[in-house]
C-alpha cells in the first residue's frame, strides 16, 4: 500500500482545513488508516485513526471535537477534516497505514507504511 498525502497550507488561527490520503491499492474494512504530525524539534505524535468495519475511531486529546477523519470507502481515500485550528497545529501531517487494529494505535512504530507528509502552518 503506498500513501500520497495532501492538503496542506497556511490558514489563520480559528481556520480549516482538509487533508487528503489517497492510498493505492486494496484497503480493507479491517485495515486502519490514521494521521500523525511532527512539529519541529519534536517527536511524531498520534492524531487520528480509523477502523471502518468496526467504527473504531480514536483521537489525540488535543483535536477531540475539532477534528474529523472520515471513512474511506470506494474512493481509498482518507480525509481529516480540521476546524478551529491553533497554533499549535502546525506541523507536518502524515498518513499512515497497517493491517489491522492493535491497542498501541498511538505508537508510530506500529505502522508499516506511511506517506510523504504534507505541511499545515496555522499563522495570522
Known amino acids: 500500500v503506498q500513501l500520497q498525502a495532501s492538503g496542506g497550507g497556511l490558514v489563520q488561527p480559528g481556520g480549516s482545513l482538509r487533508l487528503s490520503c489517497a492510498a493505492s491499492?486494496?484497503?480493507?474494512?479491517?485495515?486502519?488508516l490514521a494521521w500523525f504530525r511532527q512539529a519541529p524539534g519534536k517527536e511524531r505524535e498520534f492524531v487520528a485513526a480509523?477502523?471502518?468495519?468496526?467504527?473504531?475511531?480514536r483521537y489525540a486529546d488535543s483535536v477531540k471535537g475539532r477534528f474529523t477523519i472520515s471513512n474511506y470507502y470506494a474512493n481509498n481515500t482518507v480525509y481529516l477534516q480540521m476546524n478551529n485550528l491553533k497554533a499549535e497545529d502546525t506541523a507536518i501531517y502524515y498518513c499512515a497505514f497497517r493491517g489491522y487494529w492493535t491497542i498501541n494505535y498511538r505508537l508510530p512504530s506500529e505502522y508499516s507504511n506511511w506517506g510523504q507528509g504534507t505541511l499545515v502552518t496555522v499563522s495570522s
Open positions: 491499492g486494496r484497503i480493507f474494512n479491517s485495515n486502519v
Open positions: 480509523k477502523r471502518q468495519n468496526y467504527g473504531d475511531t
